[in-house]
T-cell receptor, first 111, second 115 residues
């Protein structure tokens, strides 16, 4: 299930720095948003979600921010670690109840 | 380990052929989803089944079909294969039929290469 080879934008950060991954979503009526992490050789894994009645939600080392005005979602990872290296996808749950994924961002963490 | 099992992990075939991808959902999950991940399209939703019945349809080609069996495993059939069908095919499962994202558990995918 590797995602190596996907033509994705890449974010390179140094270990210990904070990472910010951005995503623009398409449907202003979407009411639920999720960030997934896909490591090489694996399927996507749920990281954190947020509902449209919130603008911020925090998890362990991760924070998701939602700006409905500009249809923008971001994922902040604090103190990025080598194990955070992966492809990150945002997904929106649109009114037809289908989960629509963004194209993804590759995060590379270097020592 | 998500608990979702997909076979085969890798498959190489020729144009015009037909293949079947298999998915076993997590124990207790009634809903199965199929996604296609290709180089330039990201993760594309294909189809969803809930307890044996088709629940939602996405960008699934007419050459593709799927079904969910009484034991809840699912198969995705791809026929008249074209070069552009080369991709990773993911299966995901959830307990119920409502897509709430966070409750989706993905398998590790089946990589299809069409030569």
């Amino acid at each position: 299930g590797e995602s190596v080879g996907l033509h994705l934008p890449t974010l390179s950060v140094q270990e210990g720095d904070n990472s910010i991954i951005n995503c623009a979503y398409s449907n202003s009526a979407s009411d639920y948003f999720i960030w997934y992490k896909q490591e090489s050789g694996k399927g996507p894994q749920f990281i954190i979600d947020i509902r449209s009645n919130m603008d911020k939600r925090q998890g362990q080392r991760v924070t998701v921010l939602l700006n409905k005005t500009v249809k923008h979602l971001s994922l902040q990872i604090a103190a990025t670690q080598p194990g955070d290296s992966a492809v990150y996808f945002c997904a929106e749950n649109n009114p037809t109840d289908k989960l629509i994924f963004g194209t993804g961002t590759r995060l590379q963490v270097f020592p | 380990d998500s608990g979702v099992t997909q076979t085969p992990k890798h498959l190489i075939t020729a144009t015009g052929q037909r293949v079947t991808l298999r998915c076993s959902p997590r124990s207790g999950d009634l809903s199965v989803y199929w996604y296609q991940q290709s180089l330039d399209q990201g993760l594309q939703f294909l189809i969803q089944y809930y307890n044996g019945e088709e629940r939602a349809k996405g960008n699934i080609l007419e050459r593709f079909s799927a079904q969910q069996f009484p034991d809840l495993h699912s198969e995705l059939n791809l026929s008249s294969l074209e070069l552009g069908d080369s991709a990773l095919y993911f299966c995901a499962s959830s307990v119920d039929g409502a897509l709430r994202g966070g409750e989706l558990f993905f398998g590790e995918g089946s990589r299809l290469t069409v030569l």
